[in-house]
């Protein structure tokens, strides 16, 4: 076990963990942060997308030990505009993507509040849906600001 | 009133004879359009808790002293375990209890596919239970691995008898027909992969067992669970109510749960068994590959006079036959249909449903060779479908059928290839392609939902449903509000445990909507029926608002119950619906972009329009991907799997989505239940492989004949165009 300090949604946690373990397994084994999702457990789908100062970061193949800057996961976001969003444009289906999408969403937003259908596809891309929300959480980003 | 009634009853596309009881329907469906709160959009209900992360899937819980099950697998596509050595996994710190060959139902000595489960472990950890399973010691005794699904044929491995239909006389048909069009066409094998693994977690409490578990079927999980274990069905209580996706991967419980329920049992812990995303490639189901051969007959004036198909699923080393013959046989008319279906038992993965299984192979085989008979004819691909439109199903009459309505919303779609084929450049060919779609769909009985008011003025829906991500839960508090008279806010929907509510049907076979609906509009007018006597007697009109009624209350309830009523006898309930596709072809590279889905389709009223487009689009691009990405591959030296990860098997993107038109026709099928609703979840899957296909066939005069569309396969199907000289074709790849 190895100390592990990490700020989440604004809060300091000091944690014991094996060196190794990744940051997906932490926030939802040890904080109980399950908003974030794993799927497939090695860097492929975007579920467990979380944000590490702003930028969307594949949860479940980082390793928290290294993790120096500030986590945001969907717990942290849950007042973001896109929630309603996309509620409103129905991009849920099961939602076991959909966390991750509006943390990879927020991202985007933050750095180019307009984005456009090109960008969203751009930065989303690496966020699977196996139910294909696609068209509709292109309107819900193109439609965030309401 | 219940009545006793022999009927025949459909899941995904299979059917067989029962007797049941079911209740009567006596409500007048509601007039066709939409009304105030059915047949226009809603949000889903439920959005809001899966948007932030607060809904809780099975994958979510974590039940106090919870341990952690890992599964060993044959590394082998056919092997025996001559002896199994459980203690080196004992003595892994951490573990718990392991279980061998025999131990739990599914874990078996001999093994038929490389990812069969024979052993397992529970753990503190899954880490350490992940380790313990690596430290057990096996050894395997080899045996002959049957890959190849005409050799399995051949040789008689087969996991049933071959399916045959007849009508007419197919060989005179086809030897007095003006023009006939031959083709082999193949389908590969694809994987569900919904997000959430397949996973259970299973408690003890005394003599019951709980059962958490991500699946479509509430209800035949505790029927399973309970006779494999030996258990009254009542001491087995099944939880789902957040659920990740499942495609039809998710309607038993299969090993893991057996592991979790046994292992939970020795140690007198709750137990969780998960699969891992590599385990959920080989292991959890795929949409086998199929092979067909298939002819069609017509006279010059276009009509189609013979139909002829043999299929080989490729069933894998268990598993059912899906009807890949279907669409074939029902889609036209015509009155000489002969079919084969063979079954072929090979070392490979188990198949499991997917997404209207059978129909989405079949349709496009059936729908590539009948453009071919369109080119040949020199007829209009449209024309000639509307032109051998099905009056009949084999004879029997549809409850409703407005294919023709989809045909001429299809119009205007088609139109436009003129204006796409002429934005053809020197690389880049556009065509326009379309397909037809037939499926079931109906749904059925029993299913039963209960619904409580409160002086609050709002309504409970209570039924042990699942909402597997189609967003049923939310078309059922629509259906109660409409039915109440109250707003959609005011009405709640409980489901997801089967020790809180009535049965209910399975989430499979396009069946939610149709089997659930009826019964929770059943159960709003039971309690609006008893409210209105309430206004009655305070001298109010019956008409008076229900809230208005419902606050003289206190603490009383009103609670009204309701069924799903019987199909109606003698009739074929089914769904129809065309695609027009337009695509650009690179003829040097073989890419392919679709541009542009109009998905045409007829499943009844639609309750909620939003939630309709989104299953459309949903299945259009999980079609997009059978038609180009997807591709489970196996060694084909072992069997095993090779593409076990998200990287090797390739799913769409948002990249990869084309603008998506959906219309509905949206008219309530007169002869069935309360509602005239059919399902959609399906649907959408099955005509775009083929509406593709002939696109691309418009685009280059290319003829694709397998699935998925790789480069390969596009290049071939250029250069073989290009070698025939066909119309459109380039003149050089």
């Known amino acids: 076990m190895s100390e592990l300090r990490l700020t989440v949604n604004g809060g300091e946690h000091v944690l014991d963990a094996p060196v190794g373990t990744s940051l997906a397994h932490v926030l939802r084994e040890e904080l109980g942060l399950t908003g974030t999702k794993i799927a497939c457990n090695e860097g492929h789908c975007g579920a467990c997308t979380v944000q590490v100062d702003g930028e969307p970061q594949l949860s479940c193949i980082t390793l928290a030990h290294t993790v120096e800057g500030e986590v945001t996961t969907i717990e942290g976001l849950r007042e973001h505009p896109l929630v309603e969003a996309f509620v409103r444009a129905d991009a849920v289906q099961c939602g076991f993507c959909t966390p991750g999408q509006v943390v990879s969403a927020a991202a985007l937003v933050a750095a180019n509040p307009e984005p456009t259908r090109d960008e969203i596809r751009h930065a989303m891309a690496g966020n699977i849906c196996r139910c294909g929300t696609y068209p509709k959480i292109e309107e819900a980003i193109l439609s965030w600001q309401g | ?733």
């Not at chain 2, 509430?218 to 001491?235: F, N, S």
């Open chain 2, 1 to 733: 009133m219940a009545r006793l009634i022999r009927t025949e009853k459909e899941v995904e596309g299979r059917f067989e004879e029962v007797w049941i009881v079911v209740e009567e329907d006596p409500l007048e469906q509601w007039p066709e359009g939409a009304r105030s709160v059915v047949g226009r959009p809603a949000p889903r209900q439920d959005g809001p808790l899966r948007v932030r992360g607060e809904a809780r899937y099975t994958a979510d819980i974590k039940l106090p002293g919870m341990l952690h099950a890992a599964v060993l697998r044959s590394p082998h596509a056919h092997a025996k375990v001559r002896r199994i050595d459980l203690a080196p996994a004992l003595a892994v710190p951490g573990v718990r209890a392991a279980l061998g060959p025999g131990e739990a139902h599914g874990l078996e000595e001999e093994a038929g596919w490389a990812g069969a489960p024979v052993a397992a472990v529970a753990a503190d950890t899954f880490a350490q239970a992940r380790a313990a399973v690596e430290a057990i010691d096996v050894e395997w005794g080899e045996l002959e691995v049957v890959l190849d699904p005409e050799e399995a044929i051949r040789r008689g491995h087969l996991t049933g008898e071959a399916r045959r239909s007849e009508r007419g006389d197919v060989d005179r048909a086809f030897a007095e027909a003006d023009v006939v069009v031959e083709g082999t066409y193949r389908t590969q094998t694809v994987l569900h992969n919904s997000l959430e693994t397949h996973q259970a977690i299973c408690e003890w409490q005394g003599d019951a067992l709980h059962v958490y578990i991500s699946t479509q079927y509430i209800w035949g999980i505790r029927q399973e669970v309970a006779e494999t274990l030996g258990l009254p069905e009542d001491k087995v209580r099944v939880i789902c109510e957040f659920m990740g996706g499942g495609f039809g991967a998710k309607n038993g419980p299969d090993e893991y749960t057996f592991v979790a329920a046994e292992l939970a049992k020795r140690t007198g812990c709750p137990v969780r068994c998960a699969l891992t995303r590599r385990e959920e490639h080989t292991s959890a189901g795929n949409r086998n590959s199929t092979i067909q051969r298939l002819r069609a007959a017509a006279r010059s004036d276009g009509t189609i006079v013979a139909l002829e198909g043999e299929f080989i699923n490729s069933v894998g080393w268990s598993g059912w036959s899906s009807p890949t013959e279907g669409p074939m046989r029902a889609l036209y008319a015509c009155e000489n249909v002969r079919t084969v279906t063979h079954a072929a038992q090979l070392n490979t993965p188990p198949m499991k449903a997917f997404r209207a299984p059978g129909f989405a192979e079949g349709t496009f085989g059936l729908e590539c060779l009948i453009e071919d008979l369109a080119a040949r004819l020199e007829i209009d691909p449209l024309e000639l479908r509307r032109s051998n439109y099905a009056e009949s199903n084999e004879g029997t009459p549809y409850s409703s059928k407005n294919l023709e309505k989809c045909y001429r919303l299809a119009e205007p779609h088609w139109e436009r290839r003129h204006e796409v084929r002429a934005r053809s450049g020197t690389v880049w060919k556009r065509g326009v392609g379309m397909a037809s779609q037939i499926w079931y769909g109906g749904g059925g009985p029993p299913s039963y939902a209960w619904i409580r008011l409160g002086s609050d003025g709002r309504a409970t829906v209570v039924t042990a449903m699942q909402d597997i991500g189609t967003g049923t839960r939310t078309a059922m508090a629509q259906i109660a509000a409409e039915e109440l008279r109250i707003p959609l806010e005011s009405v709640d929907v409980v489901l997801g445990d089967s020790a809180r509510g009535p049965y209910a049907s399975i989430s499979a076979g396009s069946s939610t909507t149709p089997s659930m609906g009826p019964a929770v509009r059943a159960a709003a007018a039971d309690a609006r029926e008893q409210i209105e006597d309430i206004a009655e007697q305070r001298g109010l009109p019956r008409d008076t608002p229900v809230a208005e009624v419902v606050g003289l209350l206190e603490e009383a309830q009103i609670l009204g119950r309701g069924a799903r009523g019987p199909n109606p006898t003698g009739m074929s309930v089914l769904t129809f619906g065309v695609h027009v596709v337009e695509v650009a072809v690179d003829v040097e590279t073989g890419e392919v972009r679709v541009e542009r889905v109009a998905a045409i389709h007829d499943v009844g009223r639609i309750i909620n329009p939003l939630g309709a487009s989104s299953q459309v689009e949903g299945g259009v691009i999980q079609g997009i991907g059978h038609t180009f990405s997807e591709n489970r591959l196996l060694d084909p030296e072992t069997g095993r799997v090779l593409t076990t990860s998200l990287d090797a098997y390739r799913m769409p993107t948002i990249a990869d989505v084309p603008e998506i038109v959906c219309e509905f026709v949206d008219k309530p099928d007169e002869h069935l239940t309360n509602l005239g609703s059919k399902g959609l979840g399906e649907p959408p899957i099955v005509p775009i492989a083929a509406a593709i296909a002939n696109a691309i066939r418009d685009a280059t005069g290319a003829e694709v004949h397998e699935l998925p569309i790789s480069r390969e396969e596009m290049l071939r199907a250029l250069e073989a165009a290009n070698a025939k000289g066909r119309r459109g074709a380039p003149a050089a790849v």
